[in-house]
């Protein structure tokens, strides 16, 4: 795909705006002139985040026998740290600009000569490696023995907790501990809106393996993360797997690829899939001086399995479903902005909009709203025309509105509507919920 098929740097503009004025999105800490990089969801973002995060749970851990689940803390002592190398390693190239005095990460900068704030060529300083964690004190007292990081990555959590896990179920190779929570990196330049932000949450699974299975499984689980992309409504022209290359590649890795989506600025990850081998099984056992390995009864022998790692950005996804959802199209002769959400990630399933607000109609709505709830999640709405309430979920991407009109109380049936065709149904009020959750899926 060429990249002229992505979306122009104004239509994004108009995407972050609709994401403030619908309710997706808030600036953090707005009434004090906001937090650099901080965000806040919404009412609606809340539920667009909550559902995407669903949508992987359901798809890597109920749907799976061989996936079970975690939630690990987010701060860590600094051990944990040091064993997984993130203290001496976990760094980006940082530069000053000595003109206008911004702060650059050098192997993201176009030019590594000319400072792209100001103009100047020239005028940085000598690059410096600045570590990514955010550090912090645990307790009353401030010394070396209270430091303690919050974690940069939920992996670590499930690679100490390995042994807990095998103890504890009945899980055996090759099986995977899966986790979402939020991660924490002072990243040096933050930007593309919630792309890139110093506080954001992840979705990752470590998939432990018989150490001559990982090649094959690191091939499926590249594929298997491609197609949720595409099952929950990316467009196949704006996703896309790429291998590293070798100068890219982890010193652990024998091989990573990412999942990679078409954004305004070109392509750009949103999940990682690594071959990660047995490196942090290995380190955790060496700092710790527990067995981090598998006992294999019916060969009478011991491994330290070998791990395959998708690990997604929550935040990014949710971002880039909007994206790909995101349409305008002309209808009688006025703009028609859409997001053409799959069920599966619409914040809102339906929205139940009484024609009027006369109390014999928006009572038996209310109540069909109520029931609606039940199932899944609904909006109500019975303030402005019909007209604009049906733009209003267009843009909060609702699949289905719901209309209670006088003929409602004669005919006991509402008036449905669906979304991407706009075409309407009349259906009796008794089989609504079954209408709108066979036509979910």
Same mark, same amino acid.
């Given at each position: 795909? !060429?990249?002229?098929?992505?979306?122009?740097?104004?239509?994004?503009?108009?995407?972050?705006?609709?994401?403030?004025?619908?309710?997706?999105?808030?600036?953090?800490?707005?009434?004090?002139?906001?937090?650099?990089?901080?965000? $806040?969801? *919404?009412?609606?973002?809340?539920?667009?985040?909550?559902?995407?995060?669903?949508?992987?749970?359901?798809?890597?851990?109920?749907?799976?026998?061989?996936?079970?689940?975690?939630? @690990?803390?987010?701060?860590?002592?600094?051990?944990?740290?040091?064993?997984?190398?993130?203290?001496?390693?976990?760094?980006?190239?940082?530069?000053?600009?000595?003109?206008?005095?911004?702060?650059?990460?050098?192997?993201?900068?176009?030019?590594?000569?000319?400072?792209?704030?100001?103009?100047?060529?020239?005028?940085?300083?000598?690059?410096?490696?600045?570590?990514? /964690?955010?550090?912090?004190? =645990?307790?009353?007292?401030? $010394? @070396?023995? !209270?430091?303690?990081?919050?974690?940069?990555?939920?992996?670590?959590? /499930?690679?100490?907790?390995?042994?807990?896990?095998?103890?504890?179920?009945?899980?055996?190779?090759?099986?995977?501990?899966?986790?979402?929570?939020?991660?924490?990196?002072?990243?040096?330049?933050?930007?593309?809106?919630?792309?890139?932000?110093?506080?954001?949450?992840?979705?990752?699974?470590?998939?432990?393996?018989?150490?001559?299975? =990982?090649?094959?499984?690191?091939?499926?689980?590249?594929?298997?993360?491609?197609?949720?992309?595409?099952?929950?409504?990316?467009?196949? !022209?704006?996703?896309?797997?790429?291998? &590293?290359?070798?100068?890219?590649?982890? &010193?652990?890795?024998?091989?990573?690829?990412?999942?990679?989506?078409?954004?305004?600025?070109?392509?750009?990850?949103?999940?990682?899939?690594?071959?990660?081998?047995?490196?942090?099984?290995?380190?955790?056992?060496?700092?710790?001086?527990?067995?981090?390995?598998?006992?294999?009864?019916?060969?009478?022998?011991?491994?330290?399995?070998?791990?395959?790692?998708? +690990? =997604? *950005?929550?935040?990014?996804?949710?971002?880039?479903?909007?994206?790909? =959802?995101?349409?305008?199209?002309?209808?009688? *002769?006025?703009?028609?902005?859409?997001?053409?959400?799959?069920?599966?990630? +619409?914040?809102?399933?339906?929205?139940?909009?009484?024609?009027?607000?006369?109390?014999?109609?928006?009572?038996?709505? *209310?109540?069909?709203?109520?029931?609606?709830?039940?199932?899944? /999640?609904?909006?109500?709405?019975?303030?402005?025309?019909?007209?604009?309430?049906?733009?209003?979920?267009?843009?909060?991407?609702?699949?289905?509105?719901?209309?209670? $009109?006088?003929?409602?109380?004669?005919?006991?049936?509402?008036?449905?509507?669906?979304?991407? !065709?706009?075409?309407?149904?009349?259906?009796? %009020? @008794?089989?609504? +919920?079954?209408? %709108?959750?066979?036509?979910?899926?």
């Amino acid at each position: 795909m !060429s990249e002229d098929q992505a979306p122009s740097p104004e239509l994004f503009d108009k995407i972050v705006n609709l994401t403030k004025r619908r309710g997706f999105v808030y600036p953090s800490a707005e009434i004090y002139g906001g937090f650099r990089s901080t965000y $806040d969801y *919404g009412p609606i973002g809340v539920l667009l985040l909550r559902n995407v995060k669903d949508a992987w749970w359901r798809s890597m851990v109920q749907l799976r026998g061989d996936v079970v689940g975690l939630d @690990a803390s987010i701060l860590s002592p600094p051990q944990v740290w040091e064993a997984s190398g993130h203290l001496a390693n976990f760094t980006d190239p940082l530069v000053d600009c000595t003109n206008c005095k911004q702060r650059f990460r050098l192997d993201k900068l176009d030019d590594p000569e000319q400072c792209p704030s100001c103009g100047k060529r020239g005028t940085f300083t000598e690059p410096r490696q600045f570590n990514l /964690m955010f550090k912090t004190q =645990a307790g009353p007292v401030e $010394d @070396a023995a !209270s430091v303690a990081y919050l974690r940069p990555e939920t992996a670590q959590g /499930m690679f100490i907790n390995f042994k807990n896990v095998i103890d504890t179920t009945r899980v055996r190779p090759p099986f995977g501990i899966a986790q979402i929570g939020k991660s924490f990196r002072n990243e040096i330049t933050p930007g593309q809106f919630v792309f890139r932000t110093r506080e954001f949450e992840q979705m990752e699974m470590e998939f432990f393996v018989p150490p001559g299975e =990982a090649a094959q499984w690191y091939e499926y689980w590249c594929s298997e993360r491609y197609q949720w992309y595409l099952d929950h409504g990316m467009p196949a !022209s704006r996703l896309r797997v790429r291998a &590293h290359d070798a100068d890219e590649l982890s &010193h652990y890795s024998s091989g990573t690829s990412d999942v990679e989506f078409l954004f305004p600025w070109g392509w750009d990850e949103l999940e990682g899939i690594a071959n990660r081998g047995d490196y942090d099984l290995t380190q955790h056992a060496t700092h710790s001086g527990e067995k981090l390995e598998w006992y294999d009864q019916a060969a009478n022998e011991r491994w330290t399995p070998h791990v395959i790692e998708p +690990a =997604a *950005g929550a935040t990014r996804t949710a971002m880039a479903f909007l994206m790909a =959802a995101y349409d305008e199209e002309e209808v009688r *002769g006025e703009t028609r902005v859409v997001l053409r959400f799959h069920p599966r990630i +619409a914040p809102y399933k339906a929205a139940v909009l009484p024609l009027s607000k006369k109390p014999e109609l928006t009572g038996p709505a *209310g109540e069909l709203a109520a029931e609606l709830r039940g199932s899944f /999640m609904v909006d109500y709405d019975e303030t402005q025309s019909i007209g604009r309430r049906y733009r209003r979920q267009d843009e909060l991407g609702t699949p289905f509105c719901i209309t209670y $009109d006088f003929e409602s109380l004669e005919d006991h049936a509402v008036t449905i509507r669906e979304r991407d !065709s706009m075409e309407q149904e009349r259906v009796p %009020v @008794a089989d609504v +919920a079954s209408y %709108v959750a066979e036509r979910l899926g």
